[in-house]
């Protein structure tokens, strides 16, 4: 029986086998090829997982995954992803780590992409992503038995992360950092949750909480090179025993975006950031100060010694030093300059930059239920009418920046006046928009899909806003159907943008590998010609009484006894019975068209003269 394919012409072949194209795609074939060069052929994804199923633990899947990051981190090289899933993952622990080892870290390198936040093996979506939900822990406790108040820590890793020179292709995102105690000699001394060691590494979505140093108790940032780049974090909790309770900065750049620095405190000076030496300096953008302590000077920001810092749509607020909860306790210079524009700092800035402001900012709760500062129940989110609505410069907002809950930036509240910089929407001061909403984020990154286009990091072929990434790829071989189909590598016979190898299930009954919907059906009944015990008559039930490979609808002899239907006066007699001329059984005797005990008992009576009883 003859296959027909009319729903396309071959445009050309693949290995010798005609190849067609959608002709609803527009995309042209070097385009679309470009694609496949645009995807890293061995991009390296490396899992890790402490509730590993196994049996082998050697970093391919999630359920055999290694149990431990520093395995990861050993086997990983540039150009590689390591996805952690949930759970708390200790320096020490590890192929080739000693374990109680207060030196041990997790080292960064360039070109590697340290990823948390994982659902991981056991999952239904092992790679669903939700940094707070699935909160993936680095521990600087290697006992395991910290308690209140900093109390257990003696054996304590001295810094959890360590960033050498390393550039910003060395990313750290969406990881909760605790429990470090840099209290140590020389080098030991500072950053106890992080040290950025003369590198320029990426930090994004990641949380400083709970950590102890002589100086820069959350991070120290020391010594040269570009300097690092914080983005959507947050610097909770930590102590200084000396300077920078959350943040120190001497000898290089650091820049922060959409970060947070909530109840940190410094023994001397910086209880939120401390910025020192004539080549450190500061940019500080969309960033929420609150309830910040040094026992010095700078309650939430410490400019000295020749540094200079810049702050922008920034909020400043009950921050205390020795000297109370002024301006200077918000922001304090020593033989240094800063710059600050459009943010609300507490007791006013006299200093240079324009359209601050020194009115109550309004939280929604920032004590919380608990009435305590500093844990997890405070909102530092805008409460409507406050002044710090609209109210930034638009100027110092990237047009892919997030708040800090992940939400779009510059949303527009029709209830303020805008007193900010730019054209409607305005963004908003500080760490969260008022109002705003999540952006389209297919991937779950952390980036919006429209940025991620825009900067080259996603492909979008099609041009219809989706990284290609996101895209549907029903193979799976990370190439998206819509790619595969348009340069002819699989094919689309039903132009539903769907390869039609995914549409065989159920959907190709003669097994040639061609979707049932686009072969021939003449008579129209949904079973197709090849299939079809009556091609040119519509029987969906395929009825074949006599099993001759001829459907009841089409076939002239039903029963197959030699009378033809148009003549036979039982269609449906048993097979095999012995028929008369006009296709009744012969022994049919009350002319029912079946033989059963009726006919018999009229049989008996006509032999005996009397019926059966």
Known sequence: MQRIRSYAKPRRTVDGKAAFRSPVSLIPVLLVAAFLFAVPANAQIIFVDQHATGPTQDGTSWCSAFLDLQDALQVAVAGATIRVA???????????QTQGSRTSSFVMKSGVILAGGYAGCGATSPDDRAIKFYETILSGDL????????????????????????DATGVLEGFTVTAGNANGGV?????????????????????????????GAGVMVACCGDG?????????????????????????????????????????????????????????????????????????????????????????????????????????????????????????????????????PLFVDPDGAD??????????????????????????????QLDLDGNSRRQDDPATIDTGNGSIPVVDMGVYEFGSIPPQDCNSNGVPDECEIADGTSSDFNLNGVPDECEPDCQPNDIPDFVEIGLGLSEDCNLDEIP??????????NADEIPDDCESNSDEDLIIDACDNCELVSNQNQADFDDDGSGDACDPDIDNDGVENALDVCDYTALGAVVDEEGRSLGDIDLDCDTDLDDFKLFQRGFTGAGMP
């Open 143 to 166: 006992s395991m038995d910290d308690g209140f108040d900093f109390a257990n820590t003696s054996e304590n890793a001295y810094q959890v992360v360590t960033a050498g020179a390393i």
């Open 86 to 96: 949930d759970g708390v993952y200790r320096p020490d622990q590890g192929a080739g």
């Open 371 to 400: 009435n305590t500062i500093g844990t997890e129940d405070d909102d530092l989110r805008l409460s409507p009418g406050s002044p710090a609505i609209d109210a930034g410069d638009n100027l110092a907002v990237d047009v892919c």
């Open 187 to 215: 080098a030991r001394s500072d950053g106890g949750g992080m040290i950025v060691a003369g590198g320029s590494p990426t930090i994004r979505s990641c949380e400083f909480v709970k950590n102890q140093a002589g100086s």
């Open 500 to 509: 039609d190898d995914c549409q065989l299930v159920d959907n190709d009954c």
């Open 228 to 360: 690092p780049v914080f983005t959507n974090c947050t610097f909770g909790e930590n102590v200084g025993g000396s300077d920078g309770g959350g943040l120190y900065v001497k000898q290089m750049h650091a820049t922060l975006v959409n970060c947070l620095f909530l109840n940190n405190i410094a023994g001397d000076d910086g209880g939120g950031i401390i910025v020192t030496t004539p080549s450190g300096s500061l940019d500080l953008s969309s960033c929420t100060f609150y309830h910040n302590t040094a026992l010095g000077n700078g309650g939430g920001v410490y400019v000295t010694a020749g540094a200079t810092a810049s702050v922008t749509n920034s909020i400043l607020w009950n921050n205390t030093d020795i000297d109370g909860i002024d301006s200077s306790a918000q922001v304090h210079l020593q033989n240094s300059s800063a710059s600050v524009s459009f943010s609300c700092i507490q007791g006013g800035w006299a200093g240079p930059g324009s359209n601050n402001i020194a009115i109550d």
